[in-house]
């Protein structure tokens, strides 16, 4: 162990008051709380369409594919069961009709997909009801973009094509909440 004698000559270091610190690393705790934010990836992305007045879009019947989920989590399609399954072929045919049907959508353009669920409907089961509605959009935004400009949708890199694509096939999902009653209850579907 070392020995120091200490002479005349030494001076001693003066300490640092260290009563502010506590202040100052609580200031700091408090600014970075508050300046930080965290990301939270829940729900599902969506882009709301902005809000037109109805006597400016007046939108026929006919371009109003009402699809419903009741708390049995069965799958109506305009007042018809479907399995989940179907559902996607149904929207393709019901997007792309272009006057086929009389009671389909008259062009893509104008197609919307109405969409409400029951309270009591399971989650998974309204998710894979969102899902098939989105696969639907997509292979028919694939379809368009592979027979007029030879790639997929996701893999144009031209801005106007992927506009020119929306365009004719804008996604127009409507999603409705429950009804409910002058009780207070919801109503089934």
């Given at each position: 162990?070392?020995?120091?004698?200490?002479?005349?000559?030494?001076?001693?270091?003066?300490?640092?008051?260290?009563?502010?610190?506590a202040?100052?690393a609580?200031?700091?705790?408090?600014?970075?709380?508050?300046?930080?934010t965290?990301?939270?990836?829940q729900?599902?992305?969506?882009?709301?369409?902005?809000?037109?007045?109805?006597?400016?879009?007046?939108?026929?019947?006919?371009?109003?594919?009402?699809?419903?989920?009741?708390?049995?989590?069965?799958?109506?399609?305009?007042g018809?069961?479907?399995?989940?399954?179907?559902?996607?072929?149904?929207?393709?045919?019901f997007?792309d009709?272009?006057?086929?049907?009389?009671?389909?959508?008259?062009?893509?353009?104008?197609?919307?997909?109405?969409?409400?669920?029951?309270?009591?409907?399971?989650?998974?089961?309204?998710?894979?009801?969102?899902?098939?509605?989105?696969?639907?959009?997509?292979?028919l935004?694939?379809?368009?973009?592979?027979?007029?400009?030879?790639?997929?949708?996701?893999?144009?890199?031209?801005?106007?094509?992927v506009?020119?694509?929306?365009?004719?096939?804008?996604?127009r999902?409507?999603?409705?909440?429950?009804?409910?009653?002058?009780?207070?209850?919801?109503?089934?579907?």
């Amino acid at each position: 162990m070392p020995f120091y004698i200490q002479t005349p000559t030494m001076k001693k270091i003066p300490s640092i008051n260290s009563g502010s610190m506590a202040d100052i690393a609580f200031l700091l705790l408090i600014f970075f709380l508050v300046a930080t934010t965290i990301d939270q990836d829940q729900g599902l992305l969506r882009k709301l369409p902005p809000d037109i007045p109805a006597e400016k879009s007046p939108q026929k019947k006919r371009n109003v594919l009402m699809v419903r989920v009741n708390s049995n989590n069965d799958v109506q399609v305009n007042g018809e069961v479907v399995l989940i399954e179907d559902l996607k072929d149904l929207c393709m045919a019901f997007i792309d009709n272009r006057g086929r049907r009389e009671d389909w959508s008259e062009k893509p353009e104008e197609a919307i997909i109405s969409l409400k669920a029951s309270i009591n409907t399971d989650y998974n089961t309204y998710i894979q009801v969102q899902n098939e509605l989105a696969v639907a959009y997509r292979e028919l935004r694939d379809a368009f973009a592979l027979a007029h400009y030879g790639r997929k949708f996701y893999e144009l890199e031209n801005p106007e094509q992927v506009k020119a694509v929306k365009k004719l096939y804008p996604m127009r999902i409507s999603e409705a909440e429950p009804d409910k009653t002058e009780t207070g209850k919801l109503n089934e579907l």
